[in-house]
């Protein structure tokens, strides 16, 4: 019913409001008027139709997945999926990645820029203190089976967080949700620890202030006791894994954080909310699902049938690892994981892990075929990140908690440029295409 105004001569042209705005016109049949639109220019990437009025003639759009919507605006993350660059600030992964570590760029997204040398030691100072969890949280983890999935485990210790830090907390004070943006960065590889040596039949191992955060995690993670070797490369190689997941603008979890977080709720429990979404197998939970697809191709020779599976349409399987809603050129994070899966594998000596071989061979045939070339499918972060976390000996049903933890910076940085301006609850409306109105019929005449 919409029309863009195509035959309609000089008026399908965009034009310029009173205060130099350009503006879209839509002519819709029904509506005399062609209904004008500003056309918002971002600092990069593609112009923006500003719709936000149209409801105000009694129509709305229609957009399921969200492919054609900005729902914010924001500072802090950039891709561009064609190009395939990522930038955090500005400042793009590449880079970040080689140069700099998480805890850096944890800071970056909070505030915007890189810290001076003092304000980066007094950060690293504030997570490592904020490290510790309760002891009720401690207990809490005990009430769960051995084998409870630990993204279940993660999504309720996350929630009992915001319950120990409701009372006082008012996340109209920037204090406060600095405070809550520190201490949920700290906390998370605690919970993540706990949530593994839970599963490991392990006692809570408290954090050691002398570690930096991705030692640290190692060594609550893996340790039996204080002399526990870390080894450098692979906590290298986890901060790095930290970083490549740091932030990815409006994905599916930080928009449900974004959303939860939009009602006012504690963000504590909007973060609890983002856990769940990225647990998916669609989103997060892709590392996982390249292990757990791996191991039932079972060998290099069942390759061929598996891409078939993936290329025939009755079939719902799926190549994980493959494929991004916004990448449609090769995911630069990929590009810095394979570089990093390749070191810890050498470092550990597995390089001739047969199921390493398989996804290179994997990798190899689906980027040769012309189903994943024609619909510009390339091996994602997920890809890599699940290899080499297996390769540093963490249970697949963890790598999705690794994943989180990574994440949380991103999360609680959306939650906070968006609590920090005015905004507006997040009320998506709908096509309604159920019955139209109808009498209730008493059960005895049913
Ligand atoms: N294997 C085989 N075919 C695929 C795949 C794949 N992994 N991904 C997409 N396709 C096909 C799909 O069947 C469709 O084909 P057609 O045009 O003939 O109908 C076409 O490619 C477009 O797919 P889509 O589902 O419309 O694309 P989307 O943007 O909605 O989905 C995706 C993106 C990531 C959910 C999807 O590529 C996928 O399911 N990949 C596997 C899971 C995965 O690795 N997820 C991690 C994403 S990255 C980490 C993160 O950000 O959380």
Known sequence: MADTGEGMGDESDDTTGA???????????GIDRPIELPILTPSLGQE???????TNQGIFTYDPGFVSTAACD??????????GTLLHRGYPIEQLAEQSDFLELCYLLLHGVLPSADEKAVFEATVTRERGVTEGIQAMVGQFSRGAHPMGIMTALTGALAAENHEGLDITEEAHRLKTAERLIAKMPTLAALTYRHGQGKPYLPPRDDLNYAENFLYTTFAGDENYEINPVIAHAMDRIFMLHADHEQNASTSTVRLAG?????????????????????HGGANEAVLNML???????????FVEKAKDKDD?????????????NYDPRAKVMQQTCHEVLAELGVDRDPMLQMAQRLEKIALEDEYFIERRLYPNVDFYSGITLKAVGIPTEMFTVIFTTGRTPGWIAHWREMVSEPYKIGRPRQLYRGRTARDYVPLDQR
């Not at 924001?74 to 190009?83: E, H, L, M």
């Not at 939009?262 to 669609?282: D, K």
């Not at 190549?319 to 991004?324: V, Y």
């Open 19 to 29: 205060d130099g705005t350009r503006l879209a016109r839509l002519y819709v049949n």
């Open 48 to 54: 923006v139709i500003d719709i936000g009025s149209l």
């Open 74 to 83: 924001s500072n802090i993350t950039y891709i561009d999926g064609d190009a």
């Open 262 to 282: 939009s009602t006012g709720t504690n963000p504590y429990s909007a973060i609890a909310a983002g856990i769940a979404a990225l647990w998916g197998p669609s």
């Open 295 to 305: 191991a039932e191709i079972g060998s290099v020779d069942n390759i061929d049938a």
């Open 316 to 328: 719902p399987f799926r190549i994980m690892g493959f494929g991004h809603r916004v990448y449609k």
